[in-house]
């Protein structure tokens, strides 16, 4: 049967790799049920952030695009987002998908820009395009500058729903964290994500296949760019605030090593990681001061002896893959 | 005394003037990045905390030893350069069969480290330092004042980037370090130890950004975070450049310096955009950059 | 008779002082900068001047226990409203205090408002705190950008520095002490010769400063504050221009900066703060004792660490005297109510818009020639009366004021 055609092709991935299925259904359990024993504000922070991660390792893990500069989607969606709800009364849907928008066109622009240039030329492009709409966004009126945009409102969603309500606040971060996580698993397994891993493991010989690579790169960096956006844009809703700190070169560093952390191209490691990361900086808030050297320390760590990250490292062992 | 595009033109060669000695810094640090890259193709990301470390080094010479700013130019690098040699030897040299990124990952997570260090045990305002009593006071040229300083950075940084050019492309050690970036194994069959010639060739290229550090103490602020930006800027120099060729990188660095400078006088909120904003033209027109060779 | 009267009223005294002895506990957290820009600003000597302000509270009025806990906002918005929502929600904190950096401040603070615990900022200087995003949970401390653009500008203009040209850090704040010191300097009769905006976080100022000099203004108006205006004071002096005669005017400068440029280079700028620890005994005495606490030879404790002291003992006042912290908005009025004074600021009081006000100084940095020992950096030019340093309540557009 024709590959391309098949329906029932990611229901099937999923079937014939149990591991994951399971894996997902303990996490799906899991988020369900910690909002009653954790702080679901933080939940629903660390939820932005696996969705950030996750879009990223779309990059890196699948096409071996490592994009420095990821920041620049995430922040400016969720710039947008929350100017959108604010100063033009946006409902909430309105305004992720606003953030949504704006994140998608960056990638584009961004994207076209830094498929030019291959591997270590191609990261520092993109470090180089987020520092300059860093700047921008510091200079530009309407993102409040240092300040930042606050008191975003939560609004109703569709009309119906309270987002004031942590909990219907909870679980509409939770549908749309999901939903962008299948979306990519969905994107993983397919044809088109084959020809995605084909080109990491060897450009010239895809293009010898006949495969237009660029095309392929490209639009894997525009829906790596949207799923950030989408995360970023949800961040501001959910947190009510967006500022300097998403667009900065330190946020593209952090999800960097939320990926590693958890697992480069697993498709698991991105959330472990961002979860594990933000609790680290909850915790350390508390001591404050060795925050920056511990980010460094894990970094380097895990690049010398845990490549693999806490997933892949778990997936080798139990000799599965997640 | 004449206009162009109404800036008189003494204030026009102020600022061209201004923009060498920026390019300066640009062009020793994009010359450092260049050396690393190409013995070891690893993108050293610490380079803007090893800058940073040369203008501290300086600092604590001045305070703990008294050695001034004239052996710190010397001592500083010195320190630093065995620094960077000894992370290579404990880190860097198990990444080199690994994919190039994690040599920048990994220089990373070092750059957070020594800032971080930095930060805590020196807080985050900067140390004093001043300018040596033999260069201090300046000139006046006419079409501006010029402090002392600036014109010795000037000087300092061509004559070191042209040593370094001489000794890479027109020496026998220069050729031996260019063969080796080619084939290292066929060099290593000629007897000569590759291993210890990147080992030297990264600390080499880590103390040319301690030497840019100990020029700057003087006159920029001596701070932990004095690194980290401009090593973004220096990134966006070097892709302009292209990483092919070492007088590729000395001459985008002065060059982007004296645009920068420009840019300050016409349209002085942009001129810190400027410099991406030619790399995004570049990539469009001309993806090698303007001295690389290939992708 | 008297004796019996007196003993009578003891007896009273003692019937009521037992049911005033109730315990009052408060929870409070010092949420500052650790590890970045501002840690020498606010910091690890935030929390000790905290610790130093329960110490001497408690001990006055034993009944009171009061706990503390720090936390790093990291100069992130993010990090500190989910630390502020965290603190109140889950840890039962009830007054969050300090927090330089405007942006986290101006978030915490409507977390505040939404959960009715308290906020004092000392750390943030924006002024909106207590214009249009002021709030009645909220009291801003120690100054503010109207402050220090008011009492540098005024002050100078009237000790002769009449002409000005500004060097401003293009974004919001720069342009908000730019404007608020252009107003003030007009408003004195001073006059402005021009201004050139700046890049945030420039490292070479040559150019701005070639503009400065050329424009031959007497005050060169620092609208930046951090690594810029040391830079540019730091290169300025490589251009000699304290030496042909224009003098710098640094709009937001601490000692910590001072204390980066060394005397030798900054000498000559004048800046305005509401505290020094040099200026009279008191502040010498809170100073050495902070200096034992905080454990770090060479430090000394600036205007901000000084607010979280003031704020706090101000705080516990008000809380002994409505015996319970739980509403916030009920201890705000009860702190606007009552007029201040501790051992640092003296005597002021709490503005309607929750602003606190106090005298300024205009200060001077000494020459290394005049300063005697570590920390002498200042000399006190003028003193600005609190009825002027802080902008009048009716031009702040808080919606409280008018009430």
């Known amino acids: 049967m024709d590959r391309a055609a098949d329906p029932l092709l990611s229901v099937r991935a999923l079937v014939l790799a149990p591991s994951k299925t399971i894996a997902f259904v303990v996490m799906v359990v899991a988020l369900v049920v910690a909002p009653f024993f954790t702080y679901p504000l933080f939940l629903m922070q660390a939820m932005c952030f696996a969705l950030f991660a996750c879009a990223f390792n779309l990059l890196i893990g699948y096409v071996g695009l490592l994009s420095f500069g990821h920041a620049l989607y995430f922040g400016w969606a969720s710039y947008l987002s929350a100017y959108s709800a604010k100063a033009w009364g946006f409902p909430p849907e309105l305004a992720i998908l606003t953030g949504t928008a704006t994140a998608a066109i960056c990638g584009l622009a961004a994207g076209s820009l830094a498929i030019r240039r291959q591997g270590i030329y191609f990261a520092m492009i993109t470090l180089a395009l987020a520092q300059m709409m860093f700047f921008f966004a510091l200079q530009a009126k309407f993102t409040g500058g240092e300040d930042g945009i606050q008191a975003v409102p939560r609004g109703t969603l569709f009309g ?134 511990i980010q460094g320390v894990i970094f380097v760590a895990c690049v010398l002896l845990f490549r693999r990250g806490i997933v892949g490292e778990l997936a080798n062992w139990l000799r599965i893959r997640l | 005394m004449f206009e162009i595009f109404g800036i008189p033109s003494t204030a026009l060669f102020g600022q061209l003037l201004i923009g060498l000695i920026n390019g300066s810094f640009y062009a020793l640090l994009s010359l450092g990045l260049a050396v690393i890259f190409g013995m070891l193709n690893i993108i050293n990301f610490s380079h803007g905390a090893q800058y940073m470390m040369g203008a501290f080094a300086a600092y604590l010479l001045l305070q703990y030893s008294g050695i001034g700013y004239w052996p710190a130019l010397i001592v500083a690098p010195v320190l630093v350069g065995i620094t960077g040699m000894i992370v290579e030897r404990l880190f860097l040299q198990w990444l080199y069969k690994l994919d190039h990124l994690y040599g920048l990952l990994l220089t990373f997570g070092l750059a957070l480290i020594i800032e971080g260090v930095a930060r805590n045990h020196y807080g985050s305002a900067g140390m004093p330092y001043t300018v040596p009593e033999s260069l201090q006071g300046g000139r006046n040229l006419g079409f501006m004042f010029l402090p002392n300083y600036r014109a010795w950075v000037i000087v300092a940084s061509l004559t070191i980037c042209i040593a370094t050019w001489f000794v890479i492309e027109r020496t026998r050690l220069g050729a031996y370090l260019r063969a080796a970036t080619e084939n290292p194994s066929l060099v290593r069959a000629f007897g000569i130890n590759v291993p210890r010639m990147i080992t030297l060739t990264y600390g080499f290229g880590v103390a040319l950004a301690a030497f840019a550090g100990v020029m700057a103490a003087p006159i920029y602020n001596v701070s932990p975070q004095m690194g980290s930006e401009l090593i973004i800027v220096v990134f966006a120099v070097v892709v302009i450049g292209g990483m092919g060729s070492i007088l590729g990188a000395i001459v985008t660095g002065f060059g982007l310096g004296v645009i920068e400078g420009l840019t300050k006088v016409f349209f002085p909120e942009a001129s810190n955009t400027v410099i991406f904003v030619i790399m995004a033209i570049v990539l469009l027109v001309r993806p090698a950059g303007l001295f690389g060779r290939g992708g | 008779m008297k004796k019996t009267l007196g003993l009578a009223a003891l007896a009273a005294a003692l019937a009521c002082g037992g049911a005033n002895a109730q315990q009052v506990n408060v929870k409070i957290g010092v949420l500052s900068d650790m590890s970045s820009l501002y840690s020498d600003i606010g910091g690890a000597g935030s929390v000790v001047a905290a610790k130093l302000a329960i110490a001497d509270f408690t001990k006055a009025n034993p009944n009171v226990k009061v706990e503390l806990i720090s936390g790093d906002h990291q100069n992130k918005p993010d990090i500190g409203s989910q630390l502020a929502n965290q603190w109140y929600d889950v840890d039962k904190v009830d007054l969050i205090i300090d927090t330089p950096n405007s942006g986290v401040a101006l978030a915490v603070s409507q977390v505040t408002a939404t959960k009715n615990k308290i906020f004092i900022v000392s750390g943030a200087a924006a002024s909106d705190l207590t214009g249009p995003k002021c709030n009645a949970n909220t009291i801003h401390w120690t100054y503010d950008t109207w402050m220090l653009a008011n009492g540098t500008g005024k002050a100078l203009v009237k000790t002769g520095g009449d002409t000005w040209f500004f060097l401003t850090a293009d974004y919001a704040f720069g342009h908000a002490l730019e404007r608020d010191t252009m107003a003030a300097v007009e408003a004195n009769g001073g006059k402005v010769l021009g201004k050139v905006r700046h890049p945030l976080n420039t490292n070479d100022f040559s150019s701005f400063l070639l503009q400065a000099q050329a424009s031959k203004a007497k005050i060169i108006g620092l609208a930046n504050a951090g690594g810029d205006t040391i830079n540019a004071i730091k290169q300025g002096a490589e251009f000699g221009i304290v030496k042909g005669g224009q003098k710098f005017a640094g709009l937001l400068v601490f000692a910590s900066d001072v204390n980066a440029l060394g005397l030798q280079t900054a000498q000559g700028l004048t800046l305005t703060e509401t505290w020094y620890w040099d200026m009279n005994d008191a502040n010498r005495a809170w100073t050495k004792r902070w200096q034992a606490e905080r454990g770090a030879a060479g430090k000394f404790p600036t205007m901000v660490q000084a607010g979280v002291y003031s704020g706090i003992t101000h705080y516990l006042k008000a809380v002994v005297a409505l015996k319970s912290a739980a509403d916030g908005k009920a201890v705000v009025a009860q702190m606007k109510k009552t007029p201040t004074d501790d051992a640092l600021f003296g005597k002021g009081t709490i503005r309607a818009d929750g602003r606190k006000v106090h005298d300024a100084y205009l200060l001077e940095v000494k020459s290394p020639a005049e300063s005697k020992y570590p920390g002498d950096f200042y000399k006190v030019k003028a003193t600005i009366p609190a009825a002027e340093a802080f902008r009048p309540l009716k031009d702040g557009n808080c919606p409280l004021a008018s009430g």
């Open chain 1, 160 to 293: 119906l729903i309270d987002l004031h309500n942590e909990m219907a606040m909870y679980v509409v971060v939770l549908v749309i964290f999901l939903a962008g996580f299948l979306f990519i698993y969905r994107i993983v397994h397919s044809p088109f994500g084959e020809v995605l891993k084909a080109i990491r493991e060897n450009e010239p010989r895809a293009i010898s296949l006949g495969y237009k690579t660029d095309r392929y790169k490209l639009v894997a960096f525009v829906l790596s760019a949207t799923l950030a956006g989408v995360a970023g844009a949800t961040k501001a809703i959910v947190l009510q605030l967006a500022s300097l700190t998403d667009v900065n070169w330190p946020m593209s560093g952090e999800v960097v090593l939320m990926t590693l952390v958890g697992g480069l191209g697993t498709i698991f490691g991105p959330i472990v990681g961002s979860f594990v990361i933000l609790l680290m900086q909850y915790k350390l808030a508390i001591v404050g001061e060795w925050v920056l050297v």
